[in-house]
């Protein structure tokens, strides 16, 4: 039998970073992290990835219509951007003083909260 593992995936991505977009369609743009989906390596991006959806009219919705919503990207296709600086970093995780695992800028070696 096997163990199964409570263990959450650790991703250079956390809800409410903003991030630099690398490819697709929306690439070079910037935006607010809204939600991760772990299991599935990808994230939804406030603005990025637009998805038109078409609703008919039912009895529980009436109104239908066309609905946009954010759709889903690969967290691989996602850069940290720093609070700091601005600019787009790629990131790295140490322990800090108080033995938890932070994340840190490979580039000036600051601790990214």
């Known amino acids: ?5 409570n263990k959450q995936q650790k991703l250079h991505i956390r809800k409410g970073d903003t991030v630099k977009i690398l490819a697709g369609d929306d690439k070079a743009k910037t935006g607010k992290v ?14 990025i990835n637009i998805i038109t959806k078409h ?6 919705k009436p109104e239908g219509g066309i609905k ?5 990207i690969h967290i691989s296709n ?11 970093v790629r ?10 695992l932070q994340r840190f800028s490979k580039k000036t070696g600051e601790l990214i909260k």
């Open 68 to 72: 946009k919503t954010e759709g889903t």
């Open 1 to 5: 039998m096997e163990r199964k593992s």
């Open 34 to 47: 809204l939600e991760i989906i772990a299991d599935k390596n990808r994230a939804i991006v406030e603005g």
């Open 78 to 88: 996602l850069m940290l951007i720093e609070p700091g600086t601005g600019k787009a």
């Open 91 to 100: 990131t790295g995780r140490k322990v800090d003083a108080k033995g938890k």
């Open 55 to 60: 609703q008919k009219p039912s009895a529980g």
